[in-house]
């Protein structure tokens, strides 16, 4: 099992993967609250990175409303707390069925009618807008003057109905983003893998070696909804208020590719890096700029663009691949 | 030899324009068919109608004893008939080896069993030592035969060849001639080829058919039809046989 996870790894990408998470399994005990929300903020960017890249990054359809699923996912298993008091590991069990159905009916009206490229994108937008408009007017979970999850003094930890010390929180996004990471690159290896590498890259040709494109391609955004699905339950438990208009906002949709798209598009380290890159040093900025007394809002969106300027002018298969290169650790398929 | 391929009186018209106007032949089991004629004849059009890019307006495709016609190109592939792109058109960002991989794995569930079968393909179609590329910094030479391979991999009874010696040096030319020719001789797959280069139609054909304006003009053995007067007023030319 263990031997079947690092196989084919070379050696300094093993200590280099081993070093990182030890550091980050310790980082709570050094960590200042501060620090670790941040941290927790750059590991949830990262799982949904991850998510996100199966769709655009290795079955190459471009999702621009991958806010709908966290919301969906948010919404089902916050819901299901507040009015039935169901926890959210059960409520992932539905929160997933929810989210990966609403990939499906997407998936399927685009790829039925050959709604491709850019209208598939638009199509994307448009389904999470429209959840947005009606969970502004759904009463069951509170329309658009959100949904609240009761917070309060919690004396320890309840890992099972996710209460607690933002340190479980911490724990249980990097043990996520961990499994991401290695489901992920077992997708790639796997038959499904070279099958959405092959319509990524040619879907005709990709056709007449004999693949079912159609099939393929609703198999990655049924996994990519169900996947982008937990963070949305992660997100509802850690910040215990969800509102229509701030989870299942274009904006939210926009952040999450960000990362992944600086990182590198398509390959398994750059969802991870990305996130870290954008996300750590925009929280740096923000907190340097506090620090010095300096009020300047928008500034993240600001720095954001800049990132993404420079990436896509001076690397625009993203910074991991050439990273990679020059630490000698080059990813195969990218 | 009982036919593979059987194609009855099919037609496609483009806007009025008859592009392939109710031919009829028939690929027997282990030959290597060639479709010639001039540009604009009908066909790629027609490689198209078998591969299922698109289907026939009337006519039927009967392959193995099935009808094809009208399927997608992806159940077509798995039914046995393997194609190359007019216009290369391999994945440009995956290595030699994921390419025909992917080829692989259509009738093999495991990868690393894929792998194999891409292995043993590669080195028929020399290309083994290049495994590691990207097929975006192959040659065109070497493109073409990647495209074969990947084709190859799926396992084929029969294989559509849409012009892979265009644009090729002559001994480029030979050389997959000759790989062809190995391929049909010691697995005895079965080989339809659209292609202009003569040398290597002469080479290779049991069979030839020569499409003029979307009908056939004549069809044979090689020798019968370039000594066609049709076929040599129309398309090779007096030179080609004197």
Not at chain 1, 220 to 237: L, N
Request: net charge neutral; proline share 4%; with cysteine.
């Amino acid at each position: 099992m263990i031997a079947g996870l690092i196989e084919g790894l070379p050696r300094r990408a093993l200590i280099l993967l081993g070093v990182l998470l030890v550091a980050l399994i310790v980082a709570p005990l050094v960590a200042g609250d501060y620090l670790l929300t941040v941290l927790i903020l750059i590991l949830y960017f990262a799982y949904i990175g991850q998510a996100w890249n199966i769709m655009m990054g290795f079955a190459g359809q471009l999702s621009l409303g991958h806010a709908l699923y966290v919301g969906l996912g948010a919404y089902t298993a916050a819901a299901l707390y507040v009015n039935f008091g169901i926890g959210p590991w059960l409520g992932l069990m539905v929160a997933v069925p929810v989210a990966a159905l609403a990939g499906a009916f997407i998936g399927f009206l685009a790829f039925r009618f050959r709604v491709a490229g850019v209208y598939f994108a638009i199509l994307t937008i448009a389904v999470a807008e429209f959840a947005r408009v009606g969970f502004d007017h759904l009463a069951w979970t509170s329309g658009s003057s959100g949904l609240f999850l009761p917070v309060r003094q919690y004396a320890h930890n309840d890992l099972w109905l996710l209460r607690g010390h933002p340190a479980m929180f911490y724990y249980v996004i990097l043990a996520a983003s961990v499994l991401a990471l290695i489901g992920c690159r077992a997708l790639l290896q796997s038959r499904v893998g070279y099958f959405w590498l092959a319509i990524r890259e040619d879907e005709e040709a990709a056709r007449s070696a004999g693949i079912d494109t159609f099939h393929y391609k609703m198999v990655a955004v049924v996994i990519s909804a169900g996947m982008t699905s937990f963070a949305g339950v992660f997100y509802a438990f850690f910040y215990n208020n969800l509102f229509p208009e701030q989870v299942f906002h274009v904006l939210r949709s926009i952040e999450i590719i960000l990362g992944p798209i600086v990182g590198g598009i398509g390959t398994l380290f750059g969802p991870i890096l990305g996130a870290f890159l954008l996300t750590g040093l925009a929280e740096m900025l923000t907190s340097t700029l506090a620090a010095l007394g300096v009020d300047l809002p928008g500034a993240k969106q600001v720095f954001y663009g800049i990132c993404l300027l420079l990436v896509i002018t001076a690397l625009p298969d993203g910074v991991w691949p050439w990273l990679s290169k020059r630490i000698g650790l080059t990813e195969r398929n990218k | 030899m009982s036919a593979l391929l059987l194609v009855d009186a099919v037609s496609k018209r483009f806007r009025g324009l008859i592009a392939v106007d109710r031919l009829s032949f028939e690929v027997p089991e282990g030959g290597i068919f060639a479709v010639i004629g001039p540009n604009g004849a009908g066909k790629t059009t027609l490689f198209n109608m078998i591969a299922g890019a698109f289907a026939p307006d009337s006519g039927s495709i009967v392959f193995t004893g099935e009808r094809i016609d009208g399927l997608p190109p992806d159940r077509i592939c798995r039914r046995g008939i393997g194609r190359t792109f007019q216009i290369v058109r391999p994945f440009p960002a995956l290595s030699v080896e994921d390419n025909v991989i992917v080829g692989a794995l259509l009738h093999r569930p495991r990868v690393d069993a894929a792998r194999a079968h891409a292995h043993e393909v590669l080195r028929r179609l020399d290309l083994y030592d290049k495994r590691a590329q990207r097929a975006s910094s192959l040659t065109l030479p070497d493109r073409k035969r990647l495209e074969v391979a990947r084709a190859l991999a799926t396992d084929p009874k029969l294989l559509l060849l849409d012009e892979v010696m265009a644009g090729l040096r002559p001994t480029e030319t030979d050389r997959i001639v000759a790989i062809l020719q190995e391929l049909n001789h010691e697995t005895g797959l079965t080989i339809l080829l659209i292609e202009h280069v003569m040398r290597a139609v002469m080479a290779l054909a049991s069979h030839i058919l020569v499409l003029h304006h979307g009908a056939a003009i004549a069809q044979g053995t090689p020798e019968q039809v370039v000594r066609d007067r049709a076929v040599i007023d129309s398309y090779l030319g007096a030179e080609a046989v004197s």
